[in-house]
């Protein structure tokens, strides 16, 4: 591309970085950033109802210009209607699952305010619900989505990334 895109999805298994990614190119171009987890999670880990999401999502995506740091299966569509590049982090499943591991740790025991105010905990991290469990059950449907965009793009253009060091050099394109 040679103009920086103006509206931007970054999507990846849980824990590879797509928050950190969306937050640079946000830093990099200017760009509003917008969190998929604020958009799905109100306070208290409750839920926010499926089409209060698509909702949301659609206000955000009709603006001209955004980066969104994910696409929940149930919203995707709309974002893809409108994204005009998806970069896909497609990283080792070690990276990622190690990257998740510290960061719920450090998250469990300093009690950061995540998605509208919410904190992670030890006690969570071994639940039914657990992000560590959730990236186990969606790896390899994610990866393999990731793939396939990038043989052959879901209608935008996608960029697939698979180390931090192609990461870096991809954003310093910016």
């Not at 699952?97 to 469990?108: F, I, K």
């Not at 396939?148 to 180390?163: F, I």
Request: proline share 6%.
């Amino acid at each position: 591309m040679t103009s920086t895109p103006e509206r931007i999805v970054v999507y990846g298994v849980t824990g590879s970085g797509k928050s950190t990614l969306a937050a640079r190119i946000a830093e990099r171009t200017g760009l509003p950033h917008v969190s998929a987890d604020d958009v799905g999670w109100q306070p208290g880990w409750v839920p926010t109802p499926d089409d209060e999401q698509c909702r949301r999502i659609s206000e955000v995506c009709a603006g001209e210009r955004w980066v969104l740091d994910s696409a929940y299966s149930k919203w995707r569509d709309i974002v893809f209607e409108r994204a005009q590049l998806v970069v896909g982090l497609d990283y080792p499943r070690w990276l990622s699952l190690s990257r998740l591991l510290r960061r719920t740790l450090v998250r469990a025991v300093t009690r950061e305010r995540i998605c509208n105010g919410n904190v992670e905990s030890f006690r969570q991290m071994f639940s039914a619900d657990s992000i560590i469990r959730w990236h186990f059950t969606s790896f390899a449907s994610k990866r393999s989505r990731i793939r396939g965009w990038a043989a052959e793009p879901p209608g935008p253009a996608v960029v697939r990334l698979t180390s931090p060091r192609e990461t870096r050099r991809w954003l310093e394109t910016l």
